[in-house]
């Protein structure tokens, strides 16, 4: 297969897998910390196990395809790191040095990160393409991930946030810059991860607000919508300066005109 066929079926594969893998992501976060939080019965840890390996396996099978496709190959998983991370760290649960219970639930937690950041590649690219709403979906990676770190730090910490569900909904109230104050980390780290979250949040925020604004100043050009810039404000002020000139022009020409037959009479 010649370069030029295999760089066509590259942008099609990623075009097509894009969204599912976003949305795999996404639900990878909270499937990776609910059992480091929660008392589960063996059948539901079973059921995320399973789901754990099956979305591994998924996104294994699409970062080698990927790799099949591209040219240069060290380059391409250089820029796509947490592709590999994600398929690389679950390799490392067997091995001795992670046997311990600390170091197994280090490398859980970790594994949340090239999560987090394959959902904010994938829908940044998505939003750049298809609008605003995939800035959401970011924004739920952030609160999915938020909520999962804080409750790993905030677990034994004697803190009000003790299982997944209410550091979700600390997460939530935090992003949103609402802040009831019924839940708070307590931990050096979990304090951290609110600070970051509530930036997250005004920056978030702040975004939707100036791509609202952005919206609803776009205009239709040819069939196409295109944004109004500062540049395209600038000449409408200036053609509509050019417009009261003449017209100023025209009536002072005209009462000239008018008044010259009385002259004359």
Do not use: C
Not at 124 to 134: D, I, P, S
């Amino acid at each position: 297969m010649d370069a030029t066929r295999k760089a066509k079926l590259l942008v099609r594969f990623e075009k097509v897998t894009e969204f599912p893998l976003l949305v795999l992501a996404i639900a990878m976060i909270p499937l990776i910390a609910i059992p480091m939080t929660m008392e589960l019965d063996p059948a539901v840890r079973r059921a995320i196990a399973w789901s754990d390996t099956g979305i591994w396996i998924v996104f294994g099978v699409e970062l080698s395809v990927r790799t099949y496709l591209v040219e240069r190959r060290i380059a391409y998983l250089t820029r796509h790191w947490f592709d590999v991370l994600i398929v690389a760290l679950p390799f490392l649960r067997p091995l001795r040095v992670v046997r311990s219970a600390r170091a197994l639930r280090l490398v859980r937690v970790i594994r949340v990160g090239p999560f987090a950041a394959r959902t904010w590649a994938s829908g940044h690219a998505l939003l750049k393409r298809r609008g605003l709403q995939w800035v959401l979906l970011g924004g739920l990676a952030v609160v999915f991930t938020s909520a999962g770190a804080v409750t790993v730090f905030e677990h034994d910490s004697g803190g009000s946030i003790h299982n997944y569900g209410t550091g979700l909904w600390w997460a939530i109230s935090t992003i949103t810059t609402v802040g009831y104050g019924d839940t708070f980390p307590v931990s050096p780290q979990g304090r951290v991860v609110a600070v970051i979250l509530m930036v997250v949040g005004i920056t978030f925020f702040s975004w939707i607000t100036a791509n609202v604004a952005a919206f609803l100043v776009e205009h239709d050009v040819g069939g196409e919508t295109k944004s109004v810039t500062m540049s395209d404000l600038m000449s409408k002020l200036e053609s509509l300066e050019q417009e009261l000139r003449l017209l100023r022009r025209e009536a002072t020409a005209g009462g000239v005109d008018k008044e010259s037959p009385g002259v004359q009479l």
